[in-house]
């Protein structure tokens, strides 16, 4: 089975769109100026690829789902699984999370004119692995159209609502809490 894994609000606690703009402008607030004119003339994917191309990580302050993370280890012993991460967040930012964890084979991100989230997250998917059965792995009301088109699905929400929402667009194989916390010392050193 392909798993494909939401990045912000799933694997992490936060929006790392956010995250990475304002700990960028609280460091370097002469960017400020540039960012309004990043916005102005791409709209938010320029100003979040910008953003995302200065930002460093920093793995040990972010704060994940360590019992989806323990999960995602677990799927990642069979074989026949694969896991990709999957998110709206810039390239650059996905692609050092997701190369931090051994169980994902590669990650997708928003580009300077894709927003990967909805209806696009859905058609890479679909690009990408055609029909093979998907599982995706997400945590808002934007991951209702990915699931709309994916075989199969698991929620990270403490809201039943949502995961009733969930259960009506596709099969909702399993239901993690949005319970985050930072990683262990061990696991930094080890990386997972
Ligand atoms: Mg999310």
């Known amino acids: 089975m ?17 995250t990475s703009f304002f700990e960028t402008i609280l460091k370097k607030p002469q960017l400020i100026p540039a960012c309004y004119r990043w916005h102005h003339e791409g709209g938010r994917a320029r100003l979040k690829y910008n953003i995302g191309e200065i930002y460093n990580v920093d793995i040990s302050r972010l704060k994940f789902n360590l019992e989806l993370i323990d999960y995602l280890k677990e799927l990642a012993e069979n074989p026949d699984n ?15 999370i997701a190369s931090y964890f051994s169980f994902f084979k590669e990650g997708f991100g928003s580009s300077i004119d894709v927003n990967l989230t909805g209806k696009n997250k859905l058609a890479l998917i679909k690009k990408y692995f055609g029909d093979s059965d998907v599982c995706y792995i997400g945590n808002a009301r934007v991951d209702l159209k990915v699931w709309e088109g994916t075989h ?38 080890n990386k997972g």
Do not use: W
């Open 2 to 18: 392909i798993y494909c894994v939401d990045l912000d609000g799933t694997l992490i606690s936060n929006d790392m769109s956010v």
């Open 152 to 189: 199969s699905g698991i929620v990270v929400s403490n809201c039943g609502s949502f995961i009733s929402s969930a259960k009506k667009v596709t099969r909702i194989e399993k239901v993690f809490k949005g319970r985050f916390a930072h990683l262990n010392q061990e696991y930094i050193s």
């Open 82 to 96: 694969s896991i990709y991460l999957v998110s709206g967040s810039t390239q650059s930012i996905v692609s050092k």
